[in-house]
């Protein structure tokens, strides 16, 4: 295992040997595993709870939670047995709502969600934003900060603008990372590894480039070693 590395590797499957096998050939170099909606709802707790006693990773566990604040706290209530290291909630839910998450989850970094790699600015305007991803970014970040999340997600391409205006013990968490050469898959506002890293990100979620590759073990290495 790798306490320190910033690797976060994204766990999108619904077949649980596949999911061992992604574990077990990265511990070397990823001690965050995510695990989202799909695998939650086919799994459940108990599950997940299992895989953190056989591997001994910390859970990233990627639901996106958005509902209003005492929804989100019964949600959360169930999850305290598996604990999770960060928990995601839309922070476009609102400050109370992720306050809730906080209460619920006290021994957990409840992460705010600000605008979905997958969108971009055009879509982003349609869906109803103000303003482009950029600025819309920076403002839910500021939203799931006052109502005590310990950790935002954006992209990389907004990444510096959050870090300079955020305190520095809120950790900020990258999708949408790509290695050179890399297909961009469903994402629309990517950028490498070591750029993300050098503009102020502390994690960088990656899936396919590492689950995708013929030897997942090798791949999650290279990209380690780069940053």
């Known amino acids: 295992m790798n306490n320190n590395s910033p690797i ?30 799909e695998f939650f709802l086919k799994f459940g707790s108990e599950i997940i709870d299992n ?4 591997f001994g990773f910390r859970l990233f566990l990627d639901l996106k939670l958005h509902d209003i604040p005492n929804t989100v706290t019964g949600a959360c209530k ?14 476009s839910g609102g400050s109370k709502m992720v306050a809730a998450a906080v209460a619920a989850l006290p021994n957990t970094a409840i992460t705010g969600v600000t605008i979905l790699t997958s969108l971009d600015d055009s879509e982003v305007l349609k869906i109803g ?57 469903d994402q629309s506002r990517t950028m490498t590894p070591a750029l993300a890293i050098e503009n102020g990100a502390d994690y960088l979620v990656i899936g396919r480039p590492i689950t995708g590759a013929e030897d997942p073990s090798s791949a999650a290495a290279a990209i380690l070693a780069s940053l």
């Open 129 to 185: 934003f103000a303003k482009p991803a950029l600025e819309s970014a920076v403002n839910l970040a500021h939203i799931a900060i006052s109502g005590g999340a310990r950790a935002i997600v954006c992209s990389p391409l907004e990444v510096a603008a959050i870090r300079s205006s955020i305190p520095s013990e809120i950790a900020l968490i990258t999708p949408g990372v790509r290695p050179e050469g890399s297909a961009s898959g």
């Open 51 to 54: 895989l953190q006693r056989e």
């Open 78 to 91: 169930n999850l305290q047995m598996i604990n999770p290291f960060f928990l995601t909630v839309h922070a």
């Open 8 to 37: 976060i590797l994204a766990v999108d499957t619904t077949d649980l040997a596949q999911a061992k096998k992604w574990i077990a050939a990265t511990r070397d170099s990823v001690e965050i595993y995510k695990f989202g909606l």
